[in-house]
């Protein structure tokens, strides 16, 4: 490797994305084309970097194969980050192995770490979790341990954890500067940020709180029965029944929860429930059938009975009843969440981190369009959709896991 490459690698990784284009933008060998391609990344001109990576994966050869497996993982860093996420996961697997066998341990732990944020961002915290685990981060350059940091961060987050995010955010801070990278630097401060805004709504006899992560999982511990709108569950402690599958169920359950210790006329739990304006025999009927689901549902957590105006929810041993709803809530919430991380993407990689159907996310995404609330650029397959981030919308607990369609 000559010298030009050395010195434009050196200043990729501190971060110096200018000094190392000056260094290769009129050369077009293998290497020089590889580190154009990260450097073009890191400035976010994401079609390009992709274009430069393939080209030096190509001239690389065959013969070089650790050269054009860490050309495939830079690729797939580039998919994530612009949510690409029907990008070919054997690929990357298959270099991380050729990395593993060529003793390059460095980059093939920055190959799991990338497959582990692919996981942790559609939603299989379980899977990224256990890859997690497998990886020892004490030997890896201060970047990947600051990456690594960052993602036990986002698991510790999703599982309400915050001590341990804390713990995890503290390590990827500490990494991050010893890395002296500053969009790293900055990527943690994001992180961070998180902990410290509105992350949900208790709802309490009919009046709204605004809860931080730390008060939510202070309140999940408390004992309470939580109607919990952001997993549609509902739980005391560690007993959770989901009712995520059931939306009517839910609805009742929620719409009794937020009118606790009092009663719901049947006519405010048709309408919840049913969308029915004007109730008649049929409607009553189906909502005693679906009353009857409720508390079969419920019975180990809590009584629905029957009052002279309609019905009402008791706990069984909780202290009390309350609702935990997302921040913001409006139709299509679980689009527009995705959406606020700034980020743009496919319709096709929200339908696979929803676990939806390609065509329930293009309606959704026509609706929030019609509304203003997101826009579109590109055409065809190039099609991406972008949302300003909403301000005290974040997503953690509106993303913790495989969530239904709103």
């Known amino acids: 490797m000559d010298s030009l490459i050395t010195a434009a690698a050196r200043a990729l ?49 065959a013969r070089e194969e650790v050269a054009r497996a860490r050309c495939i993982v830079a690729e797939a860093e ?7 996420l029907g990008w070919r996961v054997k690929a990357l697997d298959t270099a991380r192995e050729t990395l593993e066998a060529h003793g390059d341990h460095v980059n093939a732990a920055h190959a799991r770490t990338v497959h582990i944020r692919r996981l942790l961002l559609v939603g299989h915290v379980d899977a990224a979790e256990r890859a997690l685990a497998t990886l020892d981060p004490a030997p890896l350059p201060a970047a990947s341990r600051a990456a690594l940091a960052l993602v036990a961060g986002g698991i510790a987050i999703r ?38 805004e509105p992350a949900a709504r208790l709802i309490r006899r009919g009046e709204e709180y605004p809860l931080r992560l730390e008060e939510v999982e202070t309140l999940l511990a408390s004992g309470a029965l939580v109607v919990d709108a952001c997993r549609h569950v509902v739980r005391v402690r560690d007993r959770v029944i989901s009712l995520a599958t059931r939306p009517v169920l839910f609805a009742l359950a929620r719409t009794l929860g937020e009118a606790s210790p009092g009663d719901v006329p049947r006519a405010v739990l048709l309408a919840r429930a049913f969308g029915a304006k004007h109730a008649d025999e049929s409607h009553r009927a189906r909502l005693r059938v679906e009353v009857g689901r409720l508390r079969e ?94 301000p005290g919308f974040p997503t953690v607990l509106l993303l913790p896991d495989l969530l239904p369609m709103d």
């Open 159 to 196: 599982r309400l954890d915050t001590s341990a995010a804390r713990n995890a955010l503290k390590r990827a801070r500490d990494a991050a500067l010893e890395a002296k990278i500053p969009a790293l630097i900055a990527e943690v401060e994001h992180a961070s940020r998180v902990l410290q």
């Open 297 to 390: 549902e419920l019975r180990l957590l809590a009584d629905v009975s029957a009052t002279a105006q309609g019905f009402c929810l008791t706990p069984l041993d909780a202290s009390e009843i309350v609702v935990l709803a997302p921040p913001v809530e409006e139709q299509n919430g679980a689009v527009l969440a995705f959406l606020a991380d700034g980020e743009s993407w496919s319709s096709s990689a929200l339908a696979i981190a929803l676990g939806a159907s390609s065509r329930t996310v293009q309606r959704a995404l026509q609706a929030l369009a019609a509304a203003g609330k997101v826009q579109s650029f590109g055409r065809g397959r190039a099609r991406r959709w972008i949302s300003p981030p909403v």
């Open 13 to 61: 990784a501190t971060g110096d994305i200018l000094g190392a284009l000056k260094r290769v933008a009129l050369r077009d060998d293998a290497p020089a084309l590889a580190l154009r391609g990260i450097a073009m990344a890191q400035l976010g001109e994401f079609p390009r970097a992709r274009t430069l990576l393939q080209n030096a994966a190509r001239a690389f050869g």
């Open 78 to 84: 580039i998919a994530l980050v612009s949510r690409d």
